[in-house]
């Protein structure tokens, strides 16, 4: 379903809510003083906080799934589409740093079903996707077959969670485009044919 304007405008005060005060500091109180309306108006598009925390989980899966789409179908190498998978997250996360605190929370969710199903859709998701590309990619030769695809997909996801988390724990204390870049290309390195694999 479309989100109206004023839906929109709740999700992204809501995540610059949470970049203030973490998860814990947005409150339909919090919400309704920052945006500068009752607290009423707020309530006649979502009902409570969990709601509007499954309204930014949406937004993020809808954008995701399309940017998953196009790189497990993109013309070009399977180490490619890999790198521009991750490079994208990158640039996502840098973009908007709060979404990072609710996509990755779901240590706080664990009361809340809804969102720990929603958490584990985009998990489940982004995995798939990711493990179709390299299977792709073991094929044609592109990527190494002594490891299975859905662990190398784990390891790389895990990586991918711990980098940007150390980005997040840090205050955002250093360059996750930059240092991003170099993680990309020591997955190169570990996604190589082996020289001796077909020995």
Not at 43 to 62: D, G, P, S
Not at 107 to 115: D, M, P
Not at 183 to 189: A, C, D, E, M, T
């Amino acid at each position: 379903m479309e989100l109206s304007e004023r839906q929109k405008e709740i999700i992204e005060v809501s995540l610059c809510l949470i970049a203030e005060k973490g998860i814990q500091g947005l409150t339909i109180k919090n919400l309704a003083r920052k945006i500068g309306f009752s607290e009423s108006a707020i309530y006649r598009h979502y009902e409570n906080k969990i709601q509007i925390l499954v309204a930014i989980l949406n937004y993020f899966q809808k954008s995701t799934d399309l940017t998953l789409e196009s790189d497990v179908t993109a013309n070009i190498d399977a180490v490619s589409r890999i790198n521009l998978m991750f490079q994208k997250h990158f640039e996502k996360f840098s973009g908007s740093p709060s979404l990072v605190a609710v996509i990755f929370s779901e240590e706080l969710f664990r009361n809340e079903e809804i969102l720990i199903r929603k958490v584990s859709e985009i998990m489940n998701s982004n995995f798939e996707a990711l493990t179709k590309i390299i299977l792709s990619g073991q094929k044609k030769g592109e990527i190494r077959t002594d490891i299975e695809a859905s662990h190398i997909a784990v390891m790389l996801l895990g990586s991918l969670r711990l980098f940007v988390k150390q980005w997040h724990m840090s205050d955002y204390s250093f360059d996750l485009l930059q240092k991003g870049k170099e993680l990309i290309n020591s997955f190169q390195s570990l996604l190589k044919t082996t020289t001796n694999e077909h020995s």
